[in-house]
């Protein structure tokens, strides 16, 4: 297991970043590799952001020493949603099935997760997003019939969008993990749009379903001073409270947002106007 210690800048010095250095403070390390699991530990909210990828051989989450725990989930809950082929997630021996885009919250105190591939032409890859916990609550297995859709935006605005809840107040519980993923509409490009921040609480977003030609122009920064960083398949950027994150495509894509902190209300946040974004 790789851990990457992540320091995220805070608004004063993120005004004074040029691109390489923004890339480095809020792009998240490239976790998605093969027969490994990556995590980035990440200094706000104690976030662990990261990827298990069984492609020859199964994967065993270990707790890395950052955590100073006798296993991974001793003081935390995980999220997981699998992007790629199926796969199975094993729990205290209790195994979980996950079909493309499925999800699974994994409570406090499971001792044991294991991850498996069912196909080596088609391997699954799981992102995970992790937060410490101060409760127990089961783990348990969503499937993207299960998850509440939202549906919002249109074709004339170039942002229809349906946005799919798993982990958030009413759906899946948790102590203050909330995940949940946005697929855009064929010829649609904008995510999140109008933009919104959350002061309660940071976000990941982690850009899926594109190909390798094409890129997502992401928007960040305080309304009124933003920065825009170009990102491809299958990487994550965090966003911390002060900040907007938004976002177009060279084509329509989907972005898995996981977020936590003070609370799991999912309409919980601070709406911006178009108009008013700089």
């Known amino acids: 297991m790789n851990i990457q210690n992540k320091q995220i800048p805070d608004s ?14 809020f792009l998240l390390s490239e976790f998605v590799k093969k027969d490994q ?45 699998n992007v790629g082929g199926k796969g199975t997630v094993e729990v205290d021996n ?13 409570g406090k105190g499971s001792k044991k997760i294991i991850f498996h591939t069912e196909k080596k032409d088609d391997p699954a890859k799981f992102y995970i997003t992790s937060y410490p916990a101060h409760a127990t609550y089961p783990t348990t297995h969503a499937r993207i019939e299960d998850a509440e859709p939202l549906y919002l935006g249109s074709v004339e605005e170039s942002n229809k969008r349906t946005i799919y809840k798993y982990i958030y107040k009413g759906g899946i519980e948790s102590c203050q993990l909330l995940l949940g993923f946005t697929e855009l509409d064929s010829g649609c490009v ?28 992401h928007l960040m920064g305080e309304e009124k001073e ?25 084509k329509n894509y989907s972005f898995i947002w996981t977020m936590g902190g003070e609370n799991l209300d999912y309409t919980d946040m601070c709406q911006i106007q178009s108009s008013n974004v700089k």
């Open 12 to 25: 004063v010095r993120y005004k004074m970043m040029n691109t390489q250095e923004l890339r480095d403070g």
């Open 37 to 81: 699991i990556n995590f980035n530990y990440i200094d706000l909210e104690r976030a662990m952001i990261g990827a298990a990828f069984p492609f020859k051989k199964s994967l065993e989450l270990q707790s890395p020493e950052i955590l100073r725990a006798e296993y991974f989930t001793e003081r935390r809950e995980i999220g997981i949603m």
């Open 94 to 106: 209790v195994a979980y099935q996950l079909e493309y885009r499925d999800a699974l919250y994994i």
């Open 190 to 217: 904008w995510n999140t749009m109008p933009p919104h921040k959350h002061m309660r609480r940071t976000e990941v977003y982690f850009y899926f379903n594109l190909d390798k030609e094409d890129v997502i122009f």
């Open 226 to 250: 933003t920065r825009h960083l170009v990102m491809k398949n299958e990487q994550a950027i965090f966003s911390p409270g002060w900040s907007i994150h938004a976002g177009s495509g060279t």
